[in-house]
């Protein structure tokens, strides 16, 4: 039945994450919905007919607090040294980029981030970190981490192009944000950890660009 279970879930999650990266979009608007459907109302019909879970079983919830803050501690430590090498060593800089219009503008700036980076954290989070991590948990335990580490790499490499190295902060704290999931049992710390590493992350290539 776990086997059975593996690969239902495995195949519904690859076709998501195919459907979402070849659905055409335009703007960041569509891009939204787009992912709103594909990463948040997908998988919650498909727990519906087939899982029937809670869905507060998927991190949605407080969770252990003291081992969130904890993990999400040495997380942002460990991320903070990656990116400092990314940032001094390699060509990074050269690649990763933010929205011209929030380059100059202050507000802008804080618009953009509280509003799509928010919206784009929440939405992997629960999709990567609640959904795939958590339903793969009964069955793989630990290695869950890992799985969907692997999993939102296949996307990246699916979507492909220039676009991959807008992935990166995300990709690189996959698997530290599978951890800090995975030990609080919630994805409000993971969240609040990817969310501060991407506004970290675009405020100090906007001062290399001022």
Do not use: C
Request: no cysteine; hydrophobic share 60%.
């Amino acid at each position: 039945m776990k086997y059975k279970e593996i690969v239902v879930i495995l195949f519904f999650t690859l076709v998501s994450l195919f459907m979402y990266a070849i659905f055409p979009v335009e703007n960041s608007f569509q891009q939204v919905v787009v992912m709103l459907f594909f990463f948040v109302v997908f998988p919650l019909l498909f727990n519906k007919l087939f899982l029937k879970r809670k869905v507060e079983s998927y991190g949605l919830q407080i969770g252990d607090w003291k081992k969130g803050l904890l993990w999400t501690f040495y997380s942002l430590i460990l991320i903070g040294l990656i990116f400092f090498v990314s940032l001094n060593y390699f060509s990074f800089l050269k690649n990763y980029s933010v929205p011209s219009y929030v380059v100059n503008n202050f507000g802008n700036f804080i618009l953009y981030e509280f509003t799509l980076v928010v919206l784009f954290v929440a939405i992997y989070e629960f999709y990567f970190r609640g959904f795939i991590l958590f339903v793969f948990e009964s069955n793989i335990k630990h290695w869950t981490i890992l799985a969907q580490a692997i999993l939102f790499l296949i996307l990246v490499l699916i979507i492909g192009g220039e676009s991959i190295y807008q992935f990166f902060p995300y990709l690189v704290f996959a698997p530290f944000a599978g951890v800090v999931a995975y030990k609080s049992r919630s994805i409000i710390y993971s969240s609040i950890a990817q969310f501060i590493i991407i506004f970290v992350l675009d405020a100090l290539i906007i001062k290399t660009l001022s």
